[in-house]
């Protein structure tokens, strides 16, 4: 489940009210849905009309390898769409997502250092290139190909995807290419850098596989880069500064400037007098709450757990500090305000994970072209139901079956190619925390969990999962370290 399958997560796109943290597209979430579902197409849409693709206009290498437009388009959508499912996927995530309705360019990503979304994505999908090419350069220098087993597997992925888009907002395959990928794209080009995606996961799998790391080096590797593999759990809101009336300042930068940092010294200070109140946790939910009872309504609206890497850049080296004890509480210049900030704990990755086979079913999602508001609305919630029908049916049958491994695996087969709903599946190990949803999380991470188990879960951001336990990982720690 890597970033290829990313196009086929549902994303629903949400205002984006402040960047809060630092979501890299190397984070590998879990369970995506194997069939893709029409995505927000206006990462490309916007992207096309930047300096940077005229730049590109003719044909790049990187690292040796030659690419066209079409295929740099083709790995900038994927970062795109792996960046909106991975922030999704997290449970309260969603405000980190850029705006539908106004162009990347238009927004920000870090204002700090003057990012737009834009831009961050363009430097995403470059890394990405150079990263990649040198994998596919060495595979086809050594004369690697795919297996027959993975070129099963891209066949199907892309019969899957076919049979996905053309019934519902597209009338063609070529169509819905040209949709996401910009004019020009075809199902031969898309076909070619879907195969050297796979020929990059393959060789890059069969070579991390032939390597042996003793404990001692992968001990010494996480010590080296403890504070930004560890993972931390923590609260914060954002104190705003307020908006300044620009038209009161036509002409006069100065002027203007010195109203925002006046601007910005009165949040400094209500976060201040804030952050001096807090002696408890439930203090930090409760004034948190005060400063705006919507926003903050829920209780675990303010809590984060992310690995020291993906911190914000403003409280990150604040948290990650030794010596930082739970109830610490402090706070944070960014351009738009101030943060406060409660640490509650760092978690140095010492558990062990776990291993489990899944199904996911999940609604197909509607066009957001043609038709009334409520002609959607309706065609939504006939697919939310044939979703979960569908889940129910296969539930039975597995369970009638025995519930075993072998039984969901045949259940899986059975559902090959349906096209009404979405259907995932597969196997994953080592799960570690916050990779799944939390409803699936609890009942993997349960400590009476034994193999055999098997259950059915609901997640509304997903849809129905059917988890089978196959037992213990590895130290999560361990997992880390050899992936550094």
């Known amino acids: 489940m890597n970033d290829r399958m990313s196009a086929k997560k549902r994303v629903k796109a949400k205002k984006k009210e402040t960047r809060q943290e630092d979501i890299q597209d190397k984070s590998v979430i879990a369970m995506r849905v194997t069939v893709v579902i029409v995505v927000v197409l206006l990462a490309l849409a916007y992207f096309l009309n930047s300096p940077f693709i005229v730049r590109m206009a003719t044909a790049v290498e990187v690292e040796g390898v030659k690419y066209t437009v079409l295929d740099y388009n083709y790995v900038f959508q994927n970062c795109y769409n792996t960046y909106y499912s991975t922030v999704q996927s997290v449970q309260g995530s969603s405000a980190l997502l850029p705006e539908a309705s106004r162009p990347l360019k238009a927004q920000y ?26 994998i596919y350069k060495k595979a086809m220098e050594e004369g690697f190909t795919l297996s027959e087993e993975a070129r099963e597997k891209m066949e199907k992925e892309l019969q899957d995807l076919i049979n996905a888009v053309t019934p519902y907002a597209y009338k063609t395959f070529g169509q819905y290419l040209r949709a996401v990928y910009g004019a020009g794209m075809t199902e031969k080009i898309f076909r070619k850098n879907l195969e050297r995606s796979y020929i990059i996961d393959e060789y890059k799998k069969a070579y991390e596989n032939s390597l042996v790391y003793p404990q001692a080096e992968l001990d010494a590797y996480y010590d080296e880069n403890q504070d ?3 993972y931390y759990r923590y609260r914060y809101f954002l104190v705003r500064a307020e908006d300044v009336d620009e038209n009161e300042y036509v002409g006069d930068t100065e002027g203007l400037e010195k109203a925002k940092e006046e601007k910005l010294e009165e949040a400094r200070i209500k976060a201040e007098a804030y952050a001096a109140r807090i002696q408890s946790e439930e203090d930090f939910i409760n004034i948190a709450r005060e400063y705006d009872s919507e926003q903050y309504a829920n209780d675990d609206s303010t809590l984060r757990f992310y690995k020291g890497e993906l911190l914000g850049s403003a409280y990150g080296p604040w948290l990650r500090e030794a010596g930082r004890q739970y109830g610490d509480v ?110 699936c999380e609890k009942w993997i991470f349960d400590p009476s969990r034994k193999p055999g188990d098997y259950t059915k879960l609901y997640d509304p951001e997903v849809g129905h999962y059917l988890l089978y336990y196959k037992g213990q990982g590895r130290i999560y720690r361990d997992v880390l370290a050899e992936e550094g």
């Open 228 to 230: 930004m593999l560890d």
């Open 109 to 134: 990503y870090d204002e700090e250092i003057g990012m737009t979304w834009s831009d961050y994505f363009q430097q995403m999908a470059v890394n990405k290139m150079k990263e990649e090419s040198r």
């Open 330 to 439: 402090g706070t944070a210049k960014i351009v738009s305000g101030y943060y406060v900030v409660f640490f509650i704990e760092r978690n140095d990755n010492r558990y062990v994970t776990h291993n489990i086979r899944y199904m996911v079913f999940s609604p197909n999602t509607v066009s957001n072209t043609g038709g009334t508001a409520e002609e959607l609305a309706e065609q939504q919630e006939t697919n939310r139901k044939e979703a979960e029908q569908a889940a129910n049916d296969a539930y039975s049958a597995w369970t009638a079956a025995g519930g075993t491994e072998e039984a969901l695996i045949q259940q899986a087969e059975l559902y090959e190619g349906v096209t009404n709903v979405t259907v995932g599946s597969g196997v994953l190990e080592n799960v570690h925390l916050t990779q799944l949803p939390e409803v």
